[in-house]
Nanobody
Framework: QVQLVESGGGLVQPGGSLRLSCAAS????????MGWYRQAPGKQRELVAE???????NYADSVKGRFTISRDNAKNTVYLQMNSLKSEDTAVYYC????????WGQGTQVTVSS
């Protein structure tokens, strides 16, 4: 079992920045990927960024150059630094980790609005 606790969402103006954090606990030794998905109202959940144990990172085209995913192994925490935020980034952001199954955090709301 893996438990994920997210933090860092909130309200920000367009062009602003936020950093999301996701702390993992439990069977963290078995995690081979961690990342962030988001779901906007009326839309399907989509991948935002992911970190793979090989060191590879993947990003959705819509966030490339603006968002950065990173991991602190000592803290078992993955971060999503979001810069140059746009209104279309407004969504609930979910942390996820995969072992032989996928785990999800509770979600954190990010609202980009003036």
């Amino acid at each position: 079992q893996v438990q994920l606790v997210e933090s860092g969402g909130g309200l920000v103006q367009p062009g602003g920045s936020l950093r999301l954090s996701c702390a993992a606990s439990g069977s963290i030794w078995s995690i081979y990927t961690m990342g962030w998905y988001r779901q906007a109202p009326g839309k399907q959940r989509e991948l935002v960024a992911e970190w793979i144990s090989s060191g590879t990172t993947n990003y959705a085209d819509s966030v490339k150059g603006r968002f950065t995913i990173s991991r602190d192994n000592a803290k078992n925490t993955v971060y999503l630094q979001m810069n140059s935020l746009k209104s279309e980034d407004t969504a609930v952001y979910y942390c996820t980790a995969a072992t032989i199954r996928r785990y999800w955090g509770q979600g954190t709301q990010v609202t980009v609005s003036s």
